[in-house]
């Protein structure tokens, strides 16, 4: 599993939040005026979010809810380390929803800290017309991932990481 572009969706969701555009950020295609708060995806980029900002969780969604219900069981599924990283940043999770899925993954930062970098050899697989760019606005607003992290990325989910 590698980042999408070299970042995760944390580094996306602090990079959109910190814009100009932060106004226009919108994932949830449900809701009318902003988020449906009740969808699978308002429920993950909620967690996201809140991680990011350093926050409580705000999602009046519960455990019975499809969506929630399937981060309450045993991992592996999909975006399961953003849910890791979400568990290890906010603050309070063991007072939500959320608590018993802290059972089944290490919640210290450390364990996520490569999903706040840009895995370096994306950078060249942007073109060349605007590779030097974003590179630099990378290095600059993100950094890149040491070669420690590079290896947990790269060895992910296989059981030899770093």
């Given at each position: 599993?590698?980042?999408?572009?070299?970042?995760?969706?944390?580094?996306?969701?602090?990079?959109?939040?910190?814009?100009?555009?932060?106004?226009?950020?919108?994932?949830?295609?449900?809701?009318?005026?902003?988020?449906?708060?009740?969808?699978?995806?308002?429920?993950?980029?909620?967690?996201?979010?809140?991680a990011?900002?350093?926050?409580?969780?705000?999602?009046?969604?519960?455990?019975?809810?499809?969506?929630?219900?399937?981060?309450?069981?045993?991992?592996?599924?999909?975006?399961?380390?953003?849910?890791?990283?979400?568990?290890?940043?906010?603050?309070?999770?063991?007072?939500?929803?959320?608590?018993?899925?802290?059972?089944?993954?290490?919640?210290?930062?450390?364990?996520?800290s490569?999903?706040?970098?840009?895995?370096?050899?994306?950078?060249?697989?942007?073109?060349?017309?605007?590779?030097?760019?974003?590179?630099?606005?990378?290095?600059?607003?993100v950094?890149?991932?040491?070669?420690?992290?590079?290896?947990?990325?790269?060895?992910w989910?296989?059981?030899?990481?770093?």
């Amino acid at each position: 599993m590698l980042p999408v572009g070299g970042v995760s969706e944390a580094v996306t969701m602090r990079l959109a939040l910190g814009s100009p555009l932060r106004e226009q950020v919108r994932w949830c295609l449900q809701g009318v005026d902003g988020p449906c708060r009740k969808c699978g995806k308002c429920f993950y980029k909620e967690l996201i979010q809140a991680a990011v900002e350093r926050r409580p969780l705000d999602s009046p969604m519960k455990a019975e809810h499809p969506s929630v219900r399937k981060y309450l069981k045993k991992p592996p599924y999909g975006g399961q380390e953003m849910i890791q990283y979400g568990l290890s940043r906010v603050p309070g999770i063991e007072k939500t929803v959320l608590a018993p899925a802290l059972d089944y993954f290490d919640v210290g930062e450390e364990a996520t800290s490569w999903l706040d970098h840009c895995y370096p050899p994306a950078l060249e697989e942007i073109p060349e017309p605007w590779r030097a760019e974003a590179a630099a606005f990378v290095e600059a607003n993100v950094g890149l991932m040491t070669e420690s992290e590079v290896r947990q990325v790269e060895t992910w989910g296989s059981g030899a990481g770093a």
